[in-house]
Structures are given as C-alpha cells and as structure tokens.
C-alpha cells in the first residue's frame, strides 16, 4: 500500500490528509469479473482509502466466492442486498455506506468491469479535487476494442430525441418478446454508434458522464445523499444525473488525464445465456428509463419533489 501526504500540482503543494476516497463496486453474479476488479484496486489505493462491494442480489454464492478468492482485506467491505434494486438505488446503497460509515468524501462509483491500472490514479485525481471547482469527474474510459466512452454526450439529449428513443425500445421489446426482429436491425440495436469512441486529449466541461465510472468530489458529497438519481431500475442513469447536477448547480469535467478500462456489457450478460432475452431485458429496460427521463423533462417539478423526497 501507498501512503501520499504531498505532491505537486499546477506548482503549488496539494495536501491530501483530508481526502478520503472510496471506490463502490456494483456485483452482480459474476465472481470472476468482481475478483479481478478488486485485484486492480488492491495495487492502486493508498492507505486511506477504502472499497465497498455491494451485491445486488445475486443469489449465486457469487459474493461468496469473491472474498475467498480475495481473502482476509479489511479495507474491502461487504454489502449484500436483499432485493435486486438496480442499478441506481444498488450503488446508491453503497454510495450511503461509504459517505455515512466510513466518511469517504471522494467516492468513485463503478461497474464491477472497469480496471484501473494506473499506480497513480488517485494522485492524479486529487489535483483535480482540489481545485474545488468539479462536482464530478470524468474518467477516460476505454473499452477493450479501444473505443473512448467518455463524454458520454457533450450536451444533453433533447426532449424529442427521449420521446423517439423511449417508442423505439418499446417496439424493440415487443419484437424480442414474440420472438422476431430482421438481423440488420439487431446489428444495429446492439452496435455502439450511439456513443462518438473518439479519444478527446483536452479537459472538457459540462460533459454528460458515462455511468460505469463517475467519481463524486467533495463538492459533490458534502451536499448530496445519494449517487444516481433512485428513479430507474437500469439504463437512463447519465441523463437523469446530469439533469440533477444542472438543476443542483454542479459542474462536471471529462479528463483523459484519468484513464480506466471498461470490459463492458459482463453484468447484462450475466441475467441470460441467451442473446434474445439480454436483448429483450436491455430494450425494456430502456424504455422505461427514458420514460422517466421524458416525465421529469416534461414536468420539473416532480423531478424536483422526487429527488428532495431522498
């Protein structure tokens, strides 16, 4: 383990005696992913900081099988839920956990497929905390064909394109359920033309961040209880959050300067071994999302009592 007590950033001393940082790892049945995960994390994290895994459920032993293969650590703590709550409200649960119990004030909330590589991720990470300007920070996320994920969008989605989106996926779900859907349109429904894979090289404001990584500063958790908006069950996170950080005057900030790798896809792969019904879960599961996007667009008022009410 690493202990930092000062480097150099922009010139000026950075004192970290004061930060606290936690990663929340979403689990969820696969065991082998998680491991490898947490192994990550062991070889970047100092001596502050902490891990919470939370299990959403997954009634395997999978959680189980991840503290034998990691063994005694007592800087990883446990959560097992006792319902699937997706994947809002399940990091949120860990998110509590880690501001409430072990008074993290940086905490990074996480899919259980991002490794983080960097030996020096969390020096990095701290000249841009203490700034004391972003609410929320944006890792480069890379997946393993090497496309960037990160900004998830460089503005939000307009109300038209939700209302497309979210019709689109309910015609999407009707046709997996009977069955039936023309193999160009699956080609498409399931390729990733939606998210622009370019890398950018410059820090970008304003950004909507991709869900498999958000880190939340001190800014961010002084004020706020809970992570991601508790209002979905899975998909429509990054609008909904970034519609919160607008409405709640915060700032957020894509950095290549933070680099992860998102082995994406292995939680929705993990509900079926059968390509139709992971495609039949993803589709309506979206369009309920967006659904719900599309209802606290149309009447901010109700978004703003929904997310007082937590």
């Known amino acids: ?130 700034q004391n300007k972003y609410s929320v920070i944006a890792p480069d996320i890379v997946t393993l064909s090497g496309k960037h994920q990160n900004p998830f969008r460089n503005k939000k989605v307009g109300t038209w394109k939700l209302f497309r989106g979210m019709i689109l996926q309910y015609i999407y779900a009707m046709s997996f359920q009977i069955g039936f859907m023309p193999p160009s349109v699956v080609k498409k429904y399931s390729s990733d033309g939606y998210v622009d894979s370019r890398k950018f090289s410059e820090n970008i404001e304003n950004i909507v961040p991709h869900g498999s990584c958000v880190i939340f500063t001190p800014i961010y958790t002084e004020k706020e209880k ?53 495609l039949r879960f993803r589709s309506k599961n979206k369009a309920k999302s967006l659904c719900v996007c599309l209802k606290y667009r149309l009447f901010p008022k109700k978004f703003k009592k929904q997310t007082e009410g937590h």
């Open 226 to 278: 809970f992570a991601f908006v508790p209002v979905t069950f899975f998909y429509g996170e990054e609008d909904l959050l970034y519609d919160y950080i607008i409405y709640k005057n915060h700032s957020t900030i894509y950095t290549p300067n933070l680099h992860v790798i998102h082995a994406e896809k292995q939680s929705t792969q993990a509900i079926s071994r059968s390509k139709l019904t992971v």
């Open 1 to 130: 383990m690493k202990t930092y007590y000062e480097f150099k950033a922009n010139g000026t001393g950075v004192d970290m005696t004061n930060i606290k940082i936690a990663y929340v790892v979403l689990h969820y049945k696969n065991a082998e992913v998680t491991t490898k995960c947490l192994k990550y994390l062991t070889t970047v994290m100092s001596d502050s900081s902490v891990t919470v895994v939370v299990d959403n459920y997954s009634q395997n032993n999978s959680l189980v099988e991840v503290q034998n293969l990691i063994g005694h650590n007592d800087k990883i703590h446990y959560i097992s839920n006792i319902e699937n709550l997706g994947f809002a409200r399940g990091n949120n649960i860990g998110y509590e956990y880690a501001r409430k119990i072990l008074k993290a004030n940086c905490i990074i909330v996480m899919n259980n497929d991002i490794f983080i590589e960097d030996s020096d991720f969390e020096k990095k990470l701290c000249s841009y905390e203490m």
